[in-house]
């Protein structure tokens, strides 16, 4: 009967090893499974979810109205917007809108050299006024505003 009990041990023993294995494997699986069915886990679909821009830029109806209908720029709304951070304090050299002392000699090289700096840049101040997406009619139209508030007629 020792026998009998000898290998009724070695067959408990094998049960509990392979059955706490196969529990083990359960709970494993069990807990690093995905249960939202609902999306679609292709490798494509997962590089598409994870690719996709966290923000989106959204342009001003007013600027955009403003390209269409060139007519109607309103030069004074561009320096409010683009020119007046430097021009009305004068900061940096620019000539102060208003002030005929310093707009005199800029004015008397011409509207069109004016406007030429002003979309290619002068000494400090850059290109269109730091603003890349202002059209050249948009940059003609704040120049010949500042320049008529500074005593031109153009």
Request: overall charge negative.
């Amino acid at each position: 009967m020792s026998q009998n009990s000898e290998l009724r041990g070695i067959i408990e023993t094998i049960v509990a090893v392979v059955g706490s294995f196969v529990v083990a494997v359960l709970i494993i699986v069990l807990l690093t499974k995905d249960y939202s069915a609902s999306e679609d886990k292709t490798p494509a679909k997962v590089v598409s979810n994870n690719t996709e821009p966290v923000a989106e830029v959204a342009m001003d109806d007013k600027a955009t109205e403003s390209n269409a209908n060139a007519g109607a720029i309103d030069g004074a709304a561009i320096v409010q917007a683009n020119c007046a951070m430097c021009h009305a304090a004068g900061l940096m050299g620019a000539p102060k809108i208003g002030d005929a002392g310093q707009w005199g000699p800029r004015i008397a090289q011409g509207k069109d050299t004016l406007i030429n700096h002003a979309i290619n840049g002068i000494r400090q101040m850059p290109a269109r006024g730091g603003n890349a997406s202002l059209t050249n009619e948009q940059v003609a139209a704040a120049v010949v505003n500042m320049a008529n508030a500074s005593g031109a007629s153009f």
